[in-house]
């Protein structure tokens, strides 16, 4: 598998980081917002499809 949940943990880091930059203002700050309110949106998805294959296993596990 090429992408990893350390490797979600890392996006959401630096877009924490840039977020933090104390150096950008106005419109670059603005984009930083509406990339960060994107990469919010898709870990939640992310982590959302995780807990339902972790759900779907449980019940299988169970059932099986």
């Known amino acids: 598998m090429k992408n990893k949940p350390e490797d979600l943990n890392n996006h959401l880091f630096a877009q924490?980081?840039?977020?933090?930059?104390?150096t950008i203002s106005g419109e670059q700050l603005e984009l930083e917002f509406r990339r960060a309110k994107?990469?919010?949106?898709i870990a939640a998805q992310i982590v959302n499809n995780g807990r339902l294959a972790l759900d779907v296993k449980k019940s299988v596990d169970i059932y099986d």
């Open 38 to 41: 994107s990469i919010s949106a």
């Open 16 to 22: 924490i980081e840039r977020l933090s930059d104390e």
